[in-house]
């Protein structure tokens, strides 16, 4: 990755403005109304949206602008969610659910946290707020997770995955809950929703 004397990724398009962003999502918006039912069936945008969201900065729209994103805030993020669900409600809730977490990880994550997350500039990532499962520490320092996360809509793209996880107490207390953050290519989507597997 190129950097600037200041150190920082800079985004593909430095200059770019909110009210921009919001007529890209109107101009997409526009070809998803025709495949609604395609979506549907799938179950998922398909890959020409996803690669029009990549290509047009959308997974940006809340990574810091030190990781190469533009910071456009969540004003910005949800006219574009609006913009999007008068082409496709489906589109936009998936989308929602897997770039709106940019905003989690810049103010829950420290900074050793978010040098890893956001490395590479597109960030999707999807949230499950129930614990599930268990959490063991492994010997490395590192945590084994065992779990099936339901509901993570915004996966099929998806960079990484939030959640919560149950950690056995200390003897004869109750279990703790600890939420993680774990890159794509470390967990398996599993398509068990049938036509809904956003």
Not at 69 to 86: F, K, P, Q
Not at 100 to 112: D, P, S, Y
Not at 115 to 121: H, I
Not at 132 to 138: H, I, K, R, W
């Amino acid at each position: 990755m190129d950097l600037p004397a200041g150190g920082h990724p800079v985004p593909p398009e430095p200059g770019l403005t909110g009210p921009e962003m919001i007529s890209r999502a109107e101009r997409i918006a526009a070809t998803l109304v025709d495949r609604q039912q395609e979506t549907e069936q799938r179950g998922f945008y398909g890959p020409d949206t996803h690669e029009a969201f990549l290509d047009g900065g959308f997974y940006r729209i809340l990574v810091p602008k030190r990781y190469g994103g533009y910071e456009l805030g969540i004003d910005t993020h949800m006219r574009v969610v609006s913009a999007l669900a008068r082409g496709c409600p489906s589109t936009a809730w998936m989308y929602t659910f897997g770039a709106a977490h940019a905003h989690l990880a810049a103010t829950v994550f420290g900074e050793e946290a978010q040098n890893e997350l956001f490395a590479g500039g597109d960030f999707v990532c999807p949230v499950v707020h129930g614990p599930v499962g268990v959490a063991e520490q492994a010997e490395d320092g590192g945590w084994i997770i065992d779990g099936v996360f339901h509901y993570a809509s915004g996966s099929p793209y998806a960079t990484h995955f939030i959640g919560q996880t149950f950690v056995a107490g200390a003897e004869g207390e109750p279990p703790v809950t600890m939420m993680f953050v774990i890159p794509r290519n470390r967990w398996r989507r599993l398509d068990d929703w049938g036509h809904s597997s956003a």
